[in-house]
């Protein structure tokens, strides 16, 4: 009965969702949402690189970006603050977007937009095996009643694209093997959002995974090359100087840290932005995320007896935790996380959902997983208020830590691979 009523939560709070994105894109028109949305930063890049501004230093040029922007939004009526939302991805982002600007605003914003749902869909159903079958309805409609999800949507952003990373490097390490290497081209493939890969590179050499460490800077050197051939040589320095002279841009060009949800943010919210303190949160946060990956590698395996028994039950290992873990720690230790890059927690979510319905667990802790997904709502209700989805983010990691820590002789490590897929 609280499953039937909570799914019917759940599908109500979808409709809502998908209704407010179409009132908020009807309401202002299709051309002016895509002119006002996050989709003008991609399409100011497009068209910077379309016009022949490939160097880097052209690209990152705030001058000739601001310059670029207005005439895109002349006769529109949109205005930022400063006049300008910059492009601060990497180049080859400009270079993928520079067709946008061969098409009206609308129908390129339509385009992209499609492009990253669909990769959404992808991920959602590369994730399904993380739960039993009676209960992968849930995946479904968590993912679309989570707020970030709506938000990247509506923004035209391409966070979808980091969680499919995500989540490829997740399927490639569970399968093992030569499969390593192509976890490791799969995370590369999070390079569009460098700062947010960070951890898992580190996760991986934690792990001693060279071949997936050589998929990726393989993968890694293939892109700076092919870069090069138009950004020029020097554009990894030209481009983390445009990253650090933004983030010192407080309350400016779109750096307001005090709406984002990490540490830096919730710090900013109470008046207590103080870089030595953030630091050793930062520090704590990762200590902690060590220390429960090398207690729970440090358990005993399964026996094959109770890995043939366990097979087929087994589908959140120590493996998916870790991930799970290092993916929340990546969200409240970075300094730059904007609401639709929380879109990645998408893949702790059902990694914690899968251990709960794992372990047996009574459907009121899988109801309070699920609740959480109404945390970004609180943005609608604005400060101080809104930390307390940051509150969440904490309690799941926490949950991930404890989970490794206390619980990793349940985690069987050595579970079958491959029926997994």
């Given at each position: 009965m609280?499953?039937?009523?909570l799914?019917?939560?759940?599908?109500?709070?979808?409709?809502?969702?998908?209704?407010?994105?179409?009132?908020?894109?009807a309401?202002?028109?299709?051309?002016?949402?895509?002119?006002k949305?996050?989709?003008?930063?991609?399409?100011?890049?497009?068209?910077?690189?379309a016009?022949?501004?490939h160097s880097?230093?052209?690209l990152?040029?705030?001058?000739l970006q601001?310059?670029v922007?207005q005439?895109?939004?002349?006769g529109?009526?949109?205005?930022?603050v400063?006049?300008?939302?910059?492009f601060v991805?990497p180049?080859l982002?400009?270079?993928?977007?520079s067709p946008?600007?061969?098409?009206?605003?609308?129908?390129?914003?339509?385009?992209?937009?499609?492009?990253?749902?669909l990769l959404?869909?992808?991920?959602?159903?590369?994730?399904?095996?993380?739960?039993?079958?009676?209960e992968?309805?849930w995946l479904?409609l968590?993912?679309?009643?989570?707020?970030?999800?709506?938000?990247?949507?509506?923004e035209?952003?391409?966070?979808?694209?980091?969680?499919?990373?995500?989540?490829?490097?997740?399927?490639?390490?569970?399968?093992?093997?030569?499969?390593?290497?192509?976890a490791?081209?799969?995370?590369?493939?999070g390079?569009?959002?460098?700062h947010?890969?960070?951890?898992?590179?580190?996760?991986?050499?934690?792990?001693?995974?060279?071949?997936?460490l050589?998929?990726?800077?393989?993968s890694a050197?293939?892109?700076?090359?092919?870069?090069?051939?138009f950004?020029?040589?020097?554009w990894?320095?030209?481009?983390?100087n445009?990253?650090?002279?933004?983030?010192a841009?407080i309350?400016?060009?779109?750096m307001?840290?005090?709406?984002?949800?990490?540490?830096?943010?919730?710090?900013?919210?109470?008046g207590?932005?103080?870089s030595?303190l953030?630091?050793?949160?930062?520090?704590?946060?990762?200590?902690?995320?060590g220390?429960a990956?090398?207690?729970?590698?440090?358990?005993p395996?399964s026996?094959?007896a109770?890995?043939?028994?366990?097979?087929?039950?087994?589908?959140?290992?120590?493996?998916?935790?870790?991930?799970?873990?290092t993916?929340?720690?990546?969200?409240?230790?970075?300094?730059?996380?904007?609401t639709?890059?929380?879109?990645?927690l998408?893949?702790?979510?059902?990694?914690?959902?899968?251990?709960a319905?794992?372990?047996r667990?009574?459907?009121?802790?899988?109801?309070l997983?699920i609740?959480?997904?109404l945390?970004?709502?609180?943005?609608?209700?604005?400060?101080?208020l809104?930390?307390?989805?940051v509150?969440?983010?904490?309690?799941?990691?926490?949950?991930?830590?404890?989970?490794?820590?206390?619980?990793?002789?349940q985690?069987?490590p050595?579970?079958?691979?491959?029926q997994f897929?």
């Amino acid at each position: 009965m609280k499953a039937r009523l909570l799914t019917y939560a759940l599908t109500a709070l979808v409709a809502i969702l998908i209704g407010l994105r179409v009132e908020v894109v009807a309401s202002r028109g299709i051309e002016t949402h895509a002119l006002k949305a996050d989709y003008i930063v991609f399409l100011t890049g497009g068209t910077l690189f379309a016009q022949g501004h490939h160097s880097a230093a052209e690209l990152y040029n705030i001058v000739l970006q601001s310059s670029v922007q207005q005439q895109l939004l002349a006769g529109s009526g949109v205005k930022f603050v400063d006049g300008l939302l910059p492009f601060v991805h990497p180049p080859l982002v400009a270079a993928v977007a520079s067709p946008l600007s061969a098409l009206s605003p609308a129908l390129g914003f339509i385009l992209w937009d499609t492009a990253q749902l669909l990769l959404l869909l992808l991920s959602l159903w590369l994730m399904r095996p993380l739960l039993p079958v009676g209960e992968r309805y849930w995946l479904w409609l968590g993912a679309f009643a989570f707020f970030p999800v709506y938000q990247s949507l509506l923004e035209g952003q391409i966070s979808p694209t980091l969680l499919l990373s995500i989540v490829l490097l997740w399927r490639c390490l569970r399968v093992g093997g030569a499969a390593n290497w192509w976890a490791g081209v799969s995370l590369a493939l999070g390079l569009i959002k460098p700062h947010l890969i960070i951890l898992f590179v580190i996760y991986l050499l934690y792990k001693r995974n060279w071949r997936a460490l050589s998929g990726f800077t393989v993968s890694a050197a293939a892109l700076y090359l092919l870069t090069t051939t138009f950004a020029g040589f020097d554009w990894p320095f030209v481009y983390l100087n445009t990253l650090g002279w933004l983030n010192a841009q407080i309350n400016h060009y779109g750096m307001l840290p005090q709406v984002m949800f990490n540490w830096h943010s919730l710090l900013a919210r109470f008046g207590l932005d103080n870089s030595l303190l953030l630091g050793a949160l930062i520090a704590l946060t990762l200590i902690a995320l060590g220390y429960a990956c090398w207690r729970s590698d440090s358990a005993p395996t399964s026996t094959p007896a109770q890995e043939a028994g366990n097979s087929e039950r087994e589908r959140v290992g120590a493996l998916e935790l870790q991930l799970a873990a290092t993916t929340l720690a990546t969200a409240i230790t970075s300094v730059y996380l904007y609401t639709h890059d929380l879109i990645m927690l998408l893949f702790s979510g059902a990694v914690l959902l899968g251990w709960a319905a794992q372990q047996r667990w009574p459907i009121w802790i899988s109801t309070l997983l699920i609740a959480n997904l109404l945390a970004p709502m609180l943005i609608f209700v604005g400060q101080p208020l809104d930390a307390l989805f940051v509150a969440t983010i904490l309690l799941a990691f926490a949950a991930s830590i404890y989970i490794l820590t206390y619980a990793p002789a349940q985690l069987n490590p050595a579970a079958s691979r491959t029926q997994f897929i």
